[in-house]
């Protein structure tokens, strides 16, 4: 049961997941969280390592797509700037939202990720889906109120995961 929280990795931020880690991984599409590993959560725009980590990304022709438990409005305030397919209301950590990517964008689960901030909704989602998993630390400290909740028991997890998985480590 622990297992279904567990990612497949840990890496500081999403701007550091290289092109070539994904390509050596036989990745070619990345599924993301939005708040808090594309984006702030109480920002409204992106940054310049967002655009450089997109530019780079579909120079190696690895599709980026936002799959978010976020509102379609919010998605696409965030992201207008970015040309970025997303799915909205993607109900994290059910499968709902990355089934729907998987279909819509026909692809594969042995050559999809999901990256998000989160163990309680994306790793689990990912995890339950059969999608390999990168957790990554939130990019700003505070959380929605939501969120703060989840982080809670987030912390109640990790103890328990970083006991069982003693190899779990940020890289």
């Excluded at 920002?43 to 978010?68: C, F, H, T």
Aim: with cysteine; aromatic share 10%.
């Amino acid at each position: 049961m622990l297992s279904r929280f567990k990612p497949t990795w840990m890496i500081g931020d999403i701007y550091t997941i290289s092109p070539q880690f994904l390509r050596d991984h036989n990745i070619n599409c990345v599924l993301t969280d939005l708040d808090n590993t594309l984006v702030p959560w109480n920002s409204k725009k992106g940054s310049k390592a967002l655009r450089d980590w997109l530019s780079e990304n579909k120079k190696y022709g690895i599709k980026v797509i936002v799959v978010s438990n976020n509102s379609h409005k919010r998605i696409q305030r965030a992201v207008q700037d970015y040309e970025l397919p997303f799915v909205p209301r993607a109900m994290k950590p059910l499968t709902i939202g990355i089934r729907h990517a998987l279909k819509e964008f026909n692809l594969t689960k042995k050559n999809t990720v999901m990256i998000g901030d989160q163990l309680m909704t994306d790793v689990v989602a990912a995890n339950s889906c059969g999608v390999r998993s990168i957790l990554v630390k939130p990019l700003v400290r505070d959380d929605a109120w939501n969120t703060t909740i989840n982080r809670y028991f987030e912390k109640i997890v990790w103890n328990k995961l970083s006991k069982k998985y003693p190899d779990l480590h940020w890289k």
